[in-house]
């Protein structure tokens, strides 16, 4: 009599295999997930930075892009500087995504009509935000303020790191 199926061993070692090929698949699409949502914030908060900048500059009046509440990684809004401060743009993140600031673009970004950022006191301003990354993964973005008020997106290692490990 021929024999027709699988045996029980048998049945158990394929579904042990597929539970650990879907735990090893679990794990990467999150880190993957993670990653993802961490460049995408990146990339949306250097482009508020460019929109504020180009509204300081068609508008030649200060525009400012402040971080909500909780902070950069709550999300952020563009504003007039004028005493009414009428709002621009509201932008929202997931809240799962930590941005810090080093202390000049802590909790703001001012640009003056010509499209400079600056401080309180009207100085030069320059700064970085950091997209922080789980414990021990190396990846970091990192947005750079330059004087002259270009934004740029970085994925190297920054110099000072704002980050906890």
């Given at each position: 009599?021929?024999?027709?199926?699988?045996?029980?061993?048998?049945?158990?070692?394929?579904?042990a295999?597929?539970?650990?090929?879907?735990?090893?698949?679990?794990?990467?699409?999150?880190?993957?997930?993670?990653d993802?949502?961490?460049?995408?914030?990146?990339?949306?908060?250097?482009?508020?930075?460019?929109?504020?900048?180009?509204?300081?500059?068609?508008?030649?009046?200060?525009?400012?892009?402040?971080?909500?509440?909780?902070?950069?990684?709550?999300?952020?809004?563009?504003?007039?500087?004028?005493?009414?401060?009428?709002?621009?743009?509201?932008?929202?993140t997931?809240?799962?995504?930590?941005?810090?600031?080093?202390?000049?673009?802590?909790?703001q970004?001012?640009?003056?009509?010509?499209?400079?950022?600056?401080?309180?006191?009207?100085?030069?301003?320059?700064?970085?935000?950091?997209i922080?990354?789980?414990?021990?993964?190396?990846?970091?973005?990192?947005?750079v303020?330059?004087?002259?008020?270009?934004?740029?997106?970085?994925?190297?290692?920054?110099?000072?790191?704002?980050?906890?490990?």
């Amino acid at each position: 009599m021929k024999q027709r199926g699988v045996t029980l061993i048998q049945l158990l070692f394929g579904l042990a295999l597929v539970a650990l090929l879907t735990q090893l698949a679990t794990a990467s699409y999150s880190a993957m997930s993670n990653d993802l949502q961490r460049q995408a914030a990146a990339k949306q908060l250097a482009q508020a930075l460019r929109t504020t900048r180009n509204e300081a500059l068609l508008r030649n009046e200060v525009v400012t892009l402040q971080a909500r509440e909780d902070g950069w990684g709550s999300g952020w809004q563009i504003v007039l500087d004028r005493g009414e401060a009428p709002l621009l743009r509201e932008y929202s993140t997931s809240g799962r995504v930590t941005i810090l600031g080093n202390q000049p673009v802590a909790r703001q970004v001012r640009f003056s009509g010509l499209g400079v950022p600056l401080r309180e006191g009207s100085a030069f301003l320059a700064g970085s935000l950091q997209i922080c990354s789980e414990p021990g993964e190396k990846k970091l973005y990192q947005i750079v303020l330059s004087r002259t008020g270009r934004v740029s997106l970085r994925h190297e290692q920054p110099v000072k790191r704002l980050c906890p490990d």
